[in-house]
C-alpha cells in the first residue's frame, strides 16, 4: 500500500500500526481500567433509584458517579437483561464497539458537510476520533 499520492511516506504508518497493535493486545488481556469494577458493582449490587439519587460513591470521591448516571444505569439494564458474569461484560464491549464505529462514522459525516472540499478526508476523521475531548 503505496501513501505517495497523498505525500504520507510508508514509514509514517508504522507507528500508526504500533498503536493498533499495542491497543489491541492491551483491550484482549481481560482486565479492566481503573474505574470500570466500580461501574460494575454499582451497577449489579445497586438499584435504579440509588444511582438516580447519586448515593452511590464506590470509589470513595464525592461526586464521582455523578456525571454517569446514564452510563451506570445503561449498565444496570444490561446486567438486568442478562445477568452478570462474563456474559454481560461481554456485551458492553460489543456495544461499545459498536458505539466507537458509529461514532467513527458520524465524525466522518461531520467533516464532510463542514469541510467538502478536503481530499484527506479519511486521516481528518481519524485526527478528530483520537483528539481528547473533555
Known sequence: ?????????NWAVVPLLI?????????????????????????EYQDAHHILAGDVQPSGIPGFVQGRILHVLFVN???DLVGT????????????LVLIVLSLVLIGKILCALLPDLHERRAATWMVA?????
Open 19 to 43: 498503536a493498533v497493535v499495542l491497543g489491541l493486545s492491551f483491550a484482549a488481556d481481560g482486565r479492566f481500567t481503573s474505574d470500570e469494577p466500580s461501574y460494575l458493582y454499582v451497577a
Open 1 to 9: 500500500m503505496s501513501f505517495r499520492k497523498s505525500g504520507i511516506r
Open 85 to 96: 458474569g462474563t456474559t454481560a461484560v461481554q456485551i458492553l464491549q460489543a456495544l461499545h
Open 130 to 134: 483520537m483528539t481528547p475531548i473533555v
Open 77 to 79: 439494564g444490561v446486567m
